[in-house]
């Protein structure tokens, strides 16, 4: 699934992975499991259906698509479901998630959860 031939993949992954490193140390200390919120940017409601549908086919996750507070702009929201979480497999995750968003034309916004 992951495709690192698209023009935006690197840029994408490379500042992702930064923010994983940046905020793992807080994430590590606060519990093992993790549920995590994530965010894309679509440029059409199709462009955002797609990648939906892609991520309910392929994963377990819960998936909304929603418009945004800016006139026009579609969003791909959700969370996973309570994962266990390593600096790599986050970073795999990650890299995961960019290459789905970019073969519907959707782009990664990042991820989140609680502390």
Do not use: K
Request: aromatic share 8%; with cysteine.
């Amino acid at each position: 699934m992951i495709d690192d031939t698209h023009p935006r993949y690197h840029e994408l992954v490379s500042r992702h992975l930064q923010l994983n490193r940046e905020i793992w140390q807080t994430l590590a200390a606060a519990a093992p499991t993790h549920r995590i919120g994530f965010a894309y940017r679509a440029p059409s409601r199709a462009a955002a259906a797609r990648l939906m549908d892609l991520l309910l086919d392929r994963t377990d996750f819960d998936v909304r698509v929603e418009a945004g507070p800016t006139r026009g702009r579609i969003s791909v929201t959700g969370t996973t479901p309570p994962m266990r979480l390593s600096p790599e497999r986050l970073d795999r995750w990650v890299e995961w998630m960019v290459a789905a968003g970019l073969t519907q034309d959707c782009e990664f916004e990042g991820w989140g959860t609680e502390t």
